[in-house]
């Protein structure tokens, strides 16, 4: 039934139960799993220039933490048997890497996690997953913890 799923990860508890969602779809309908980081190279466009930041200090630790992610994820997949191809993908916005990623690889699922918040702080820090719902063609499996 699903020939390729997504897995967007970012290494919270959330996405490591998205993971082993996607390695029970998988080893049941023989599927390839392709696992992926989003970084936005440029999280501070529209900010101003003054941030205590910097840009080559985010990009090294947003780089280091994704691969960080990919090889948490990847570890899981093969640790059950499950081959998968991991990539870190730049994209302006998480949910456009992930939509981005699911229409180039010709995924028919993308099996992510949703943090679950609502009020101010969907407000403030959004919803990737909400995003990725509302821009996709292709069927989304929302794991929640």
């Known amino acids: 039934m699903f020939k390729h799923i997504l897995v967007p990860v970012d ?10 969602k996607a390695i ?5 309908f023989d599927s ?6 989003v ?8 900010v101003g220039t003054d941030f205590a930041y910097g ?8 780089t280091a933490e994704a691969n960080a992610a990919i090889k948490t994820a990847k570890a899981q997949f093969e640790a059950a048997g499950v081959a998968v191809d991991t990539e870190v993908v730049e994209a302006h916005a998480a949910w456009r890497g992930v939509v981005q990623a699911a229409e180039s690889r ?6 992510m996690g ?6 101010l702080e969907k407000l403030v820090l959004g919803s990737v997953t909400q995003a990725v719902l509302s821009h996709t063609k292709c069927p989304v499996l929302v794991v929640r913890d």
Not at 24 to 28: M, Y
Not at 32 to 37: E, K, P, V
Not at 114 to 119: D, E, I, T
């Open 55 to 62: 840009q080559a200090e985010y990009l090294s630790a947003a």
């Open 39 to 46: 970084i936005d190279p440029y999280p501070f466009t529209g």
């Open 32 to 37: 390839r799993i392709s696992a992926i980081f």
């Open 114 to 119: 949703s943090h679950g918040r609502s009020g």
């Open 24 to 28: 029970g779809l998988a080893q049941k």
């Open 106 to 111: 010709h995924a028919d699922l993308i099996v």
């Open 11 to 20: 290494g919270s508890s959330t996405s490591q139960l998205a993971v082993e």
